[in-house]
Structures are given as C-alpha cells and as structure tokens.
C-alpha cells in the first residue's frame, strides 16, 4: 500500500544521510506544532542534536529521544505517540488513518480498532481534508452574511469538548479564561466599622471618646460579608482524561478572579494543586500543576482520596458555607468501598454540594454503577459538565439562590432511598 500523500517521506532511521534525517524531524515538528503541541526552533535543534548523540540502533531509543525533547507536560504524550506511529510509518496505524481516507461501510467495528486517532492530529496530518472544495469558475460573492458568525459562537457553545478541533480548542479556552464567578455574599461571624449597625463597637466608642473633643457619638458596627469558600475536587482519572484539560483552565480562571478557591485533583491519591494555580499564567500554573501530580489518566479511588480530604482538608477549607464542586462521572474502580460515608460526611460539612458529571449529558443515563449510586442520595445538584453551556449554565447556577432538587434527581434520591 502506497503511503498517504499528505505525509512526509520519512525514511528508516538508519537510511538515507543525516540531511534527510533532519529534514523529516523539522516536518515531524511542525506536525507536532499543528496538532496543538508548543515545539519551537530550539526544541527541533535540540532534537537533531539529541539523535546525534543517542544513535539510531533500536526504534525504541529513537522514540523516546525525541519524547524527551518535545513532550513537556501528560496531556501531551498520547498526541506524540500517535504522531510518533504514523510519521515514522507504524503498519498498523498507517493501515488505519487509510480506511478513514476509504468510503465508509456500516459495518461492525472490530474491538481492537475501537481507539480513533485524535482529532487534532488527523487534522495536523491532513490539513486540506474536511474543507470544502474551490470553486474558481464561480464569480466571488460580495454579499457578507454576519449571522454565520453567531453560528460558530453557539456551535461552539454546544459543541462537546470531546469531539472539538484544535482551534475550536483554542477558542474554548479563550472563552474559559474570561468566566467570572458571581457568587453571593454570606454573612460572617464577624463584625466591621459602620455608621449605622445593629451593634455598638465599644473599642472605637472609646477610642473616639479620648480625644479631646470627647464623645461625640457611639460607634456602629455590622456584620461583615464575604463570599463563601469554593472547593474544587476534580477527578483526572484515565475516564476523565478527555475533559481533564478543560476542568483545569475553568479552576484556574476561577481561582484567579476570586479568593478563597481551593483546588484538588484525585485519582488514585489526592493532590492539593491550589497554589500552582495561582499563578496569573495559565500555561505557567498547569505546568506546576502537572510537575506536582503524579496520578494522570490513571484508575480512580473515588473512596480513598474523599476519605483523606475529609480528613485532612475539611476543616481548614470548609469553613462559612463553603460550595463544593465535585467533577467526576464516579466510575470507582474499588466498588465504591466507603464511599457513601465518605460522601455523606462530605456533605454535612458543607453548605452546598454540587456534582458535575460529564455523563449527564445522554438522556438516557441511569445511575446504574455502584459508585453512582453511593453519591447521589448526598448531593444538593447534579448537573452536566461537558461544553461552554453547561459551564455558563454552572456559574449562573453559582451565581443565584440555591435552588430545590431537580425533578430527575429527586427521583433517583428516592428510589436509593427505598432500596
């Protein structure tokens, strides 16, 4: 089978001079730079000089010379590897991206086909296909339609993060780092400086009484407001690992536009990442973030990790009617063992527990797992997170009184009730 036209010809490592060799790692880079990787000139010199000196004896070592030179964060080596196979001519995967040039049949898909190339990298590989043709014996419109852009704004505002481009990607991410977070007031304990309170402060009655004026009125005081807590637990386990991304550029704008936010990660173990992203670049906060993580994309111990939040974080950050968001589609791999006591002491130490679930967004979704039927009788909301929408349809959610169960939720509480 002949290669795809599109793909640069990249001979065998141990072919050719070293002029083609560099050659095809400088187009190797640009692929890597186009399916949304940050690859720069001085990451493909160091790249020609890491091969040098590495040799090119074993595919292995080749493999991983250039993943240590272009691959700097988790969420980049499932997109290197894909574009590491089917650049440097892998059979199998070249044999797959050329059925998806062949005509579709409906036929059953094989199981050990069932993982699809990226979509970034399809595009990266075949930057003309999906476009429309060119019309050049057709006079050019002069008419401008302005509605078709209001149609990509709310295609995007619908469209899944899971099945987005690499520039819808990047537009989404424009648009996550501008949420703002309207959250309303609580009252507080405490007390400050007012002309007309409920109180008399007596400490500044009689500091205002020493002066030589004497006193000339009493000093007030009124309850001091403050936003409430907001808990972030987001879950980055191998299910999640298509939406982790997302979550994280969302926690890192909403830590950044108000204090008081307290972020965690959890997989197998629980990561406090609150710090890291407080940092004002984003690309600078997730790189700190993913240096601190070590449970990537791996099994989820939704149990354990809640068991040592409660007992570690609780009280330091649950404190004046905290909102805790848990973002997870609670797929437990330990059979949701402890989970329910762990959720439901979770919920008596907040004011507010909301549980965002990617899942949610088929409407025929059951909470049939055991993991899924521990949480739900213990959450105040149950809502989808999945695109824009449903993250603009969070903060209004946020922003507003806290309102009664949903109809469907309600339900389900009460079905778990009864079993």
Known sequence: MDALPDIPAAPRPEEGPRGKLATNIVHFARTLRTAGLRVGPGQ???????????????????YWTLHSVFVNRRDQREIFDQAFHVYWRNPRLLEKMMEMLLPQ??????????????????????PGRGQAPEEKDEPPEVEVEATFTVSDREVL????????????IDDALRAISRLRLPVPERRTRRYRSARRGPRVDFRASLRRALRPEGLTELRKREPRRRPPPLVILCDISGSMARYTRMFLHFMHAITNDRDRVYCFTFGTRLSNVSRALRNKDVDVALQKA?????DWSGGTRIGQTLHEFNNKWSRRVLGQGAVVLLITDGLDREGAAGLEEEMERLHKSCSRLIWLNPLLRYGAYEPKSQGNRAMLPH??????VHNLESLAGLIAALGAAPAGADKRLASWQTELRKE
């Open 157 to 168: 505002q619908h469209r899944d993060f899971e099945q987005m481009s690499q520039a819808e």
């Open 44 to 62: 493909v010199l160091r790249a020609i000089e890491a091969v040098e000196a590495a040799g090119l004896k074993k595919r292995d070592d080749f």
């Open 290 to 294: 993913s240096a601190q993580v070590e």
């Open 105 to 126: 049949v409906g036929v059953p898909a094989d199981p050990d086909q069932a993982k699809q190339l990226s979509r970034r990298l399809q595009e990266a590989l075949q």
């Open 379 to 384: 959450v105040d909301e149950f809502r989808p």
